[in-house]
């Protein structure tokens, strides 16, 4: 009974993916019918066997490229969502700085990425620092906008409860504020934990000789197809297993579902 009951576990997952992994592998099989029927030359679009046969002949120059964009995305992910929070915090207690401070941060989003890069690269060098700043960057704002709501959507019930019963502005925030805000806070991390890879490529296209960013780069001008479209599935990998991550920790963090009236 045990051991079938383990069983059942394991395979629940499995199940629930189904639809999306046969999806997937239709896409995949779709994609090598239509250049083997209309014979697509591999350097306008290789088929799924070139791409797999690139991810054999480049292991080690895509695994040694994916590091650094990884640790590009993890501290831009950790920084730009930690600076994000600590504002939202300070915003939702003192109306006038966010009246001061939160259009410059509207500022901030409304410039493109791409523009931003090589005035960074002017201000901090060609080194990781730039492309860190540029992940933060854009997994700041969603998180910021996010964070504000998820702050102020506390009951005011229970805001009034914790008043009548002298409670100080760190244990209504806590124990009322912080745990109602904590679904914004995680669906803005899983559109960063995504946000985060793209921008660290973006920065790698700035004048960068390592990364998948610079790898795509290359390969592009070098008309390697394979190579380019090893390096985007690994992209999109990684993109995949941080929102993944993000989503397990929303798991085992918020263990209630909110109200739908709330």
Known sequence: MRRAMRTNRLLAPVVDNLPAVLAIAGC???????????????????????????????????WSNLLPTLLEAALGF????????????????????EKAFYPIAVIIKSIPIIALAPILVLLVGNGIAPKIIIAGLICFFPTLVNMVQGLKSASPAMLDLMRVLSASNSEIFWKVRL????????????????????????????????????????ATYNFRSPLLYATVVIAATLAVVLFFVVSIAEKKVIRWKPSSHE
């Open 28 to 62: 995949v099989l779709l994609w090598q019918l239509i250049v083997w029927g209309f014979s697509v030359p591999t350097f306008m679009a290789p088929s799924p066997v070139a791409v797999l046969y690139a991810f054999k002949e480049n292991g080690a120059i895509l």
């Open 78 to 97: 950790v920084f730009g969502n930690l600076v994000a929070v600590l504002l939202a915090v300070w915003f939702v207690y003192s109306p006038l700085a």
């Open 179 to 218: 745990p109602a805000s904590l679904p914004f806070l995680f669906a803005a991390l899983k559109i960063a934990a995504t946000s985060s890879v793209m921008g660290a490529i973006v920065a790698e296209w700035i004048g960068s000789s390592y990364g998948l960013g610079a790898l795509i780069i290359e």
